[in-house]
């Protein structure tokens, strides 16, 4: 495809998606949005850009196979589960950092979970769109 | 008392999924450490056994919400009992696969989900709340469409598609009946259910709401009228699959219908009869159906079938004696139908097909495997001092005791019938000579002498393993009736379990 207006807001909708993404699954705590949501507005964005660009630019921007976000983010949200542990708490405790950092707020090992989930969601889309727009 | 301890099986099985994902491709790696994290697993699994053995029951808040409000992981000697035997089967299953599952199967993900299956199976046998159940069915059930499909062959599409649509299905009535549960009394956590159920007025309700488990539970776990299914779609995977499948996906029914109808329903006379005659019907049409196949394993899925009829009958009967020859017979079925498939395996690997009556002289060919095999098969049908012998003096006891005799009657040809088809099996499988072959029909190349001797070995070895805990339980049953009593009076007297998630005072209140 080639529609010029696609692909100019194509460039500019991935940086903007991505920040939203992000901001999305950092609001996730207490008021709707995370990890989920998140993931999914993300993997909107690199399928925008595929469909402007075509899948291979898509995949170099990528760098590494959107399969590898799934053990990727399984890791880190399993890991936010077994921290509690070295504080002797019960497994998938919540332990909160003491100050809240600037502009996020105060973030605890939550929020390493829904990041967990955020690249969960966004390996299995991609991988999913990807297989079945190669194999179209 | 608190451990984090109970959460290991599920954990090291999820972690040493997501390593096998970082290795997606490399096969001879996950192939290694698939099974060097089922061998730790199984150590681990005995561990949770002997504590839960000697100190009681253990109990995990996750996230640290207290019971009734947060997810609670309960470990009573029911649950570490299970964890230990699917433990088994995992590593027997996970050793065969090596070489019984073929490259391409690997390579899209074979053993990863496999670990994803049996971190649900554990997860099921361990949470203490009905909506963490629900999720670890969903675990299985989603892992085992991927195995059913996996190499994607038309038969096998053809049966996922079956599988598939009935487990959707108990799904969703597991999943109403659930609603039903909590709008009838705010809480999801078994032991606060447990309290709450006991003191509903409207009986008739709480006993509908328990039959819709029983029915979502027992699609799953394949009685009557819901089994038909389960024939027509578990012979098309390969044997390590169906192993699995076989062994263990129905007996997570199983499990859960037990820890319903002692902790949450405790059955009436009306529900205890209409288990009875569930069983007599799974009985009889389980073995009814296992007469008449002739290809090998459906005529082992039909006799999965016959044989949960036992466990039921268990259920039906609902004395301590009854449930702990249901829960002997529970124990020795795990272990006991994931090698009969395992078996079924290696047979078609000689042979080339299952069919019984293309089938022959495998005693002439193979004398040794065939005596292993034959003490399998042995243990299958229960000849004395085999495993499936014991559990049935239990079950008989109580059923004269009761004075349920259509029952007995129902077990005894049961127990013959399994008898007549395995013997039948033997003399046209083991036997006989094999048949002449069809003039345009190409010779199979036994697929089994051309491997090398450490292929072989990792196809026999878990076979072995398997047998060996198999004649454990057979000679060893003292201990496992030991254990099944211990579990069957905490069945009857559910006041510890409610204790130890709920803290001393719940009971007291009341």
């Known amino acids: 495809m080639k529609i010029i207006l696609l692909k100019t807001a194509a460039n500019y909708l991935l940086p903007l998606l991505l920040l939203f993404s992000v901001f999305i699954l950092l609001r996730g705590h207490y008021e709707p949005g995370g990890g989920f949501v998140g993931g999914l507005i993300a993997s909107i964005a690199f399928i925008l850009h595929s469909l402007a660009n075509g899948l291979d630019s898509t995949k170099a921007l990528l760098k590494y196979s959107p399969f590898y976000f799934i053990p990727f983010g399984l890791s880190i949200a399993i890991l936010s589960g077994l921290a509690p542990l070295f504080v002797g708490e019960p497994f998938m405790t919540v332990l909160w950092f003491e100050n809240p950092l600037p502009v996020i707020g105060l973030i605890g090992s939550a929020l390493f979970f829904d990041i967990g989930v955020y690249l969960v969601v966004i390996g299995v889309t991609l991988t999913i769109l990807f297989t079945i727009s190669e194999s179209v | ?30 192939r290694i450490i698939s099974v060097i994290s089922n061998i730790v697993i199984l150590i681990v699994g005995i561990l949770l056994f002997m ?33 230990l035997f699917t433990s088994i089967s995992a590593l027997a299953v996970s050793i065969y696969s090596t070489v019984g599952i073929n490259r391409a199967r ?49 038969p096998q599409m053809e049966s996922a598609i079956k599988y598939v649509a009935m487990n959707m299905l108990a799904s969703v009535i597991f999943l109403t009946a659930i609603a039903i549960l909590y709008g009838l009394t705010g809480s999801l956590n078994m032991a ?19 039959l819709l488990f029983f029915i979502g539970f027992g699609i799953k776990s394949a009685v009557f009228p819901l089994y ?15 192993a699995i499948f076989g062994g263990l996906l129905t007996k997570v029914g199983i499990y859960a219908l037990f820890r319903f109808f002692t902790l949450i329903f405790i059955p009436n006379e009306f529900i205890t009869t209409a288990f009875s005659l569930i069983a007599v019907a799974t009985l009889i049409t389980g073995a009814l159906g296992s007469i008449i196949k002739r290809d090998m394993r459906r005529m082992f899925s039909y006799l999965i079938v016959c044989h949960i009829g036992f466990m039921i009958a268990g259920l039906g009967l609902f004395t301590e004696v009854a449930l702990a020859g249901a829960l002997f017979y529970l124990f020795h079925d795990i272990i006991v139908k994931t090698n009969l498939f395992l078996v079924s395996g290696i047979i078609y690997r000689i042979k080339g097909t299952m069919n019984m009556p293309k089938l022959g002289g495998l005693y002439a060919e193979y004398p040794k495997l065939s005596l292993i095999m034959a003490i399998v098969f042995f243990s299958l049908v229960g000849i004395p001092p085999l495993s499936g012998f014991w559990p049935k003096i239990n ?21 013959f019938v399994t008898l007549y088809v395995i013997a039948k099996m033997w003399t046209e499988a083991f036997w006989k000579t094999a048949p002449p072959l069809d003039p345009d029909e190409k010779a199979y190349i036994d697929g089994f002498t051309v491997l090398r001797p450490f292929s072989k070995l990792l196809l026999v070895f878990p ?10 339980i057979g000679f060893g049953a003292e201990n496992i009736m030991v254990i099944s009593k211990h579990i069957a009076a905490q069945m009857m007297d559910t006041s510890p379990y409610i204790k130890a998630v709920l803290g001393n005072e719940a009971l007291n209140i009341q």
């Open chain 2, 192 to 210: 606060d259910l447990s309290i709450k159920i006991a003191q509903i007025e409207n009986r008739g309700l709480v006993n509908i709401t328990g």
């Open chain 2, 463 to 472: 076979v072995v393993m398997l047998m060996m805990v198999s004649l454990y």
């Open chain 2, 228 to 242: 038909y299914w389960l024939p027509s779609s578990y012979h098309t995977p390969p044997s390590a699959i169906a």
């Open chain 2, 1 to 30: 008392m608190t451990s984090n301890f109970i959460i290991l099986p599920l954990l090291l099985h999820m972690a040493t999924a997501i390593v096998l994902m970082f290795l997606w491709k490399r096969i001879t790696a996950q």
């Open chain 2, 395 to 415: 079950l008989f006891q109580a059923g004269f005791f009761g004075g349920n005799y259509l029952l007995i009657v129902a077990m005894i040809i049961a127990s």
């Open chain 2, 51 to 83: 504590q839960t053995w000697k100190t009681g029951i253990i109990t995990m808040q996750a996230g640290n919400w207290p019971a009734p409000f947060g997810i609670t992981f309960v470990a009573d000697v029911f649950s570490s009992t299970m964890v």
């Open chain 2, 106 to 154: 690997m390579k899209y993900g074979y053993f990863p989900i496999f670990h994803f299956l049996f971190m649900g199976l554990n997860g099921a046998f361990l949470t203490g709340d009905v909506f963490n159940l629900y999720v670890w069915f969903e675990i299985v059930i989603i892992s085992s469409f991927v195995l059913m499909t996996l190499g994607g062959k038309k």
